[in-house]
């Protein structure tokens, strides 16, 4: 049964659980190499993304790059977006890309979208808003090798304006008191309806752990989970880890951005952090 449920298995997902075990981390290191604020002695941002991925390569389970700071500064951000891509695969290949671009338009436009995430990047996952519905996303959905990481209840303080909105009885599909949230009927219809391919993932904040352990009840456990927030944004470690982890202490990919690859030395910020994560990990 064991080796069945492999070849189940969506080919990001293996890649990702074997990272994992290789390097014993669930860190995921965000390059949101701000032009602003990376130090002047590099010439671009590939330059300052590489000093980060060599310093951390052997201490994480992917990267995320948010094309936001890649974008706002035209085509030398992209290419720049491009040369880290292309690097990572050539030195790095076995580390999970994750390019964070929150997606979200009609299916027609989104295969442009596909194109230049997993055809012209090379990435292994994306992110995507799932607002427009599952049929506006299938011409993400349907990439079998690729991971999908649907937005659920997001880190910024805002979130609940609608996130938290009870919706109607007959939306109702799972037993929650009060009435089901909009966040709730997201991760089930990922979980139990859109994830056909086995490729699918979400995103819960770690600032707000009370909704991840409610979403981690509705996907199970066998479904990863992208927590951003740890770190600058406040989130807390130990109540994220417990609140998300699955029953084999594994399922969620805890990014840090800013905390890391800003600070004076990435690799000691990096070493820390994932000691963190052992230490709640070692507890029975």
Request: proline share 3%; charged share 30%; net charge positive.
């Amino acid at each position: 049964m064991k080796n069945d449920n492999e070849k189940l298995k969506n080919i990001f997902i293996k890649k990702l659980e074997t990272i994992v075990k290789k390097n014993q981390s669930l860190l995921c290191v965000g390059l949101d190499s701000d032009i602003d604020k990376i130090p002047k002695k590099f010439t671009d941002q590939f330059e300052f993304n590489k000093v980060i991925i060599d310093a951390t390569h052997d201490l994480v389970c992917s990267y995320k790059l948010n094309t936001a700071f890649y974008e706002a500064i035209g085509y030398k951000g992209i290419f720049s977006l491009k040369k880290t891509c292309d690097y990572l695969r050539k030195k790095y290949p076995e580390i999970p890309i994750i390019i964070d671009a929150k997606r979200a338009d009609i299916g027609n436009t989104n295969l442009g979208y596909v194109r230049l995430i997993f055809e012209y990047l090379n990435a292994d996952a994306v992110t995507v808003n799932p607002y427009l519905g599952e049929e506006a996303l299938t011409p993400f959905l349907a990439q079998k090798d690729k991971g999908v990481i649907i937005l659920c209840k997001t880190s910024n303080p805002g979130a609940g304006e609608f996130q938290d909105l009870v919706l109607s009885s007959k939306y109702q599909v799972v037993s929650i008191k009060g009435g089901i949230k909009l966040y709730q009927y997201v991760a089930y219809q990922v979980a139990k309806k859109w994830n056909k391919n086995k490729n699918c993932l979400l995103v819960v904040g770690a600032t707000y752990p009370s909704e991840l352990k409610e979403v981690r009840k509705i996907v199970g456990d066998d479904f990863w989970i992208l927590v951003p927030g740890v770190g600058a944004q406040g989130g807390d470690l130990q109540e994220t880890l417990k609140a998300g982890l699955n029953s084999k202490k594994q399922g969620l990919i805890i990014n840090l951005s800013r905390a890391v690859i800003f600070s004076k030395n990435p690799r000691e910020e990096t070493k820390k952090w994932r000691r963190e994560i052992e230490k709640v990990l070692s507890r029975k």
